[in-house]
């Protein structure tokens, strides 16, 4: 690929811009879904997670406020049910970094 040619990544940036409409919570919620997705069907991410929800989808016997504090994701362990928080972040349609992640208390 040439350094003119746009990845697939910044395709999909692409397209979630378009589609948000210069809505940036819009925006912030379809890459959070792109991530979900990207965790759940990722062969590394795939193995090491045995569910990955939203914020707004963490089952409520896990007692994880719903209030946004940079919590973007919440993924559990599929070895231990340990829980982790994942933030996902793009500035400029470009990734800045692998997913956050750091452990939740159970």
Do not use: C
Not at 65 to 86: F, H, I, M, N, W
């Amino acid at each position: 690929m040439s350094q003119t040619e746009p990845s697939n990544f910044d395709n999909l940036i692409a397209q979630i811009d378009a589609s948000a409409n210069g809505v940036q919570r819009d925006r912030g919620t379809m890459f959070e879904e792109v991530v979900k997705s990207y965790l759940l069907n990722e062969p590394a991410y795939k193995n090491l997670y045995d569910a990955v929800w939203l914020l707004n989808e963490v089952p409520v016997e896990y007692h994880i406020p719903r209030q946004d504090l940079g919590v973007d994701l919440v993924a559990r362990y599929r070895d231990s049910g340990a829980l982790t928080a994942v933030q996902a972040n793009t500035i400029e349609a470009k990734l800045v970094k692998p997913p956050s992640i750091a452990m939740l208390p159970n």
